[in-house]
Nanobody, 123 residues
């Protein structure tokens, strides 16, 4: 079992930045890929970014490309979000899977989920 705890969300103005963190604990040796997803009210879940457990490859969704940066330091995953837009408003979830990842993948491919952290971007 892997436990994921997100932090770092909050309100921010358009054009601003936030850094989300996700701390993994438990049986992390079974965690081969970890990433971020988000879900806005009334919308389906969207993949944001992911990285394998060695942190060497980075995969981004279209909405994150060029503005967000994912990084992994030991058992803590980060998402640096710059130039935020109102459409980035969502609950952001950290997720991990027991299989390696070669792409961002889909939510159903992930085995463990955090409770989410809210990001609200005002115009």
């Amino acid at each position: 079992q892997v436990t994921l705890v997100e932090s770092g969300g909050g309100p921010v103005q358009s054009g601003g930045s936030l850094r989300l963190s996700c701390t993994a604990s438990g049986n992390t040796k079974n965690m081969y890929c970890i990433g971020w997803f988000r879900q806005a009210p009334g919308k389906s879940r969207e993949g944001v970014a992911a990285t394998p457990s060695d942190g060497r490859s980075k995969y981004y969704g279209d909405s994150a490309e060029g503005r967000f940066t994912i990084s992994l330091e030991k058992n803590t995953l980060y998402l640096q979000m710059d130039n935020l837009r109102p459409e980035d408003t969502a609950t952001y979830y950290c997720a991990a899977r027991i299989a390696w990842c070669y792409t961002l993948g889909y939510g159903y491919e992930y085995d463990y989920w955090g409770q989410g952290t809210q990001v609200t971007v005002s115009s």
